[in-house]
T-cell receptor
Framework: EAEVAQSPRYKITEKSQAVAFWCDPI?????LYWYRQILGQGPELLVQ????????DSQLPKDRFSAERLKGVDSTLKIQPAELGDSAMYLC??????????????FGEGSRLTVL | EDQVTQSPEALRLQEGESSSLNCSYT??????LFWYRQDPGKGPEFLFT???AGEEKEKERLKATLTKKESFLHITAPKPEDSATYLC??????????????FGKGTKLSVKP
């Protein structure tokens, strides 16, 4: 069964350091999402890609977060510098046609970030 | 503002004790309501999508229903392996929920043998 791959699964870093997360969506899925989930809360959208283009990054803290999907396949989310409040699970999801076309989102297992 | 509220926050059941989880939503033009299951330390796993009031979907011991204001996830004769957090999410036709999922905080279900 096809899956969304994410790495690393766990990352511990000190504040002010740079961190990066990688996501490989299900093959053929044009829409890719990065969500952040704080413990005890539901996931919240950070950025959405359609192929290589950003569709929505209105909730991405652009002073420290960046995301790219250069070839329209895999994607990288970067945080620089990390702050204590960034400790969370970072989830990648993909969709064949996107929610606007009635598709479902399939999530990866997530990358758990702890900032000390 | 688009919003999803789930209740209860936590639910403890004995094996075989049926119950329901509630998801109340406010969204500008509902396009779809989604149920996901999330195990500790894992990503959400897709369960159901409901699109219109009156729609029902079933999967094993789970049945999801939808009205114009809320959705229920009914769990019949649960087993310990059904223990997880169940997340509800909506996507709408307008505003912040368009093309995006707005999630509730989830209901943490524990089923004791």
């Amino acid at each position: 069964e096809a899956e969304v791959a994410q790495s690393p699964r766990y990352k511990i870093t000190e504040k002010s350091q740079a961190v990066a997360f990688w996501c490989d969506p299900i093959s053929g899925h044009a829409t890719l999402y990065w969500y952040r989930q704080i413990l005890g809360q539901g996931p919240e959208l950070l950025v959405q890609f359609q192929d290589e283009s950003v569709v929505d990054d209105s909730q991405l803290p652009k002073d420290r977060f960046s995301a790219e999907r250069l070839k329209g396949v895999d994607s990288t989310l970067k945080i620089q510098p990390a702050e204590l409040g960034d400790s969370a699970m970072y989830l990648c999801a993909s969709s064949l046609g996107g929610l606007a076309l009635g598709g479902e989102l399939f999530f990866g297992e997530g990358s758990r970030l702890t900032v000390l | 503002e688009d919003q999803v509220t789930q209740s209860p926050e936590a639910l403890r059941l004995q094996e075989g004790e049926s119950s329901s989880l509630n998801c109340s939503y406010t969204v500008s033009g509902l396009r779809g309501l989604f149920w996901y299951r999330q195990d500790p330390g894992k990503g959400p796993e897709f369960l159901f999508t409901l699109y219109s009031a009156g729609e029902e979907k079933e999967k094993e011991r789970l049945k999801a229903t939808l009205t114009k204001k809320e959705s229920f996830l009914h769990i019949t004769a649960p087993k310990p392996e059904d223990s997880a957090t169940y997340l509800c999410a909506v996507t709408g036709n307008y505003g912040g929920s368009q093309g995006n999922l707005i999630f509730g905080k989830g209901t943490k279900l524990s089923v004791k043998p």
